[in-house]
């Protein structure tokens, strides 16, 4: 599985209180991996320098403000916009298959 987060390296105007994009990709990563394992890929693609057709068409979108950034986009669907929650990506993973290789109690 593949999610892709659309963002530039300077934080969306309406969204001052979010992280920048890139580091919303490399926290979404760490925290996938730890409940999921390896199964989930996290790319960081800047607005500005579209790689596919279908980065083409995100970033265009979020260049004309219909998507604020960081935009977390999964299948064609999008998860999360502007500041991004885990909880409709886990949704999203667990929705395709995915479970959690540990429990989130932590023992003390």
Not at 13 to 20: G, L
Not at 25 to 42: F, H, M, N, P, Q
Request: with cysteine; net charge neutral; hydrophobic share 40%.
């Amino acid at each position: 599985m593949k999610l892709t987060v659309y963002g530039a390296e300077s934080v969306c105007s309406s969204c001052v209180q979010a992280p920048p994009a890139r580091a919303t990709a490399e926290w979404l990563s760490a925290a996938i991996g730890r409940k999921y394992g390896d199964g989930v890929t996290v790319r960081y693609v800047d607005i500005y320098e579209p790689k596919t057709e279908e980065d083409r068409l995100y970033c265009t979108k979020v260049a004309a403000n219909e998507f604020f950034y960081p935009l977390v986009v999964a299948g064609g669907r999008v998860l999360g916009e502007g500041v991004v929650t885990l909880k409709p990506i886990f949704q999203f993973l667990e929705q395709h298959g995915f479970q959690a290789v540990r429990s989130d109690e932590r023992s003390g």
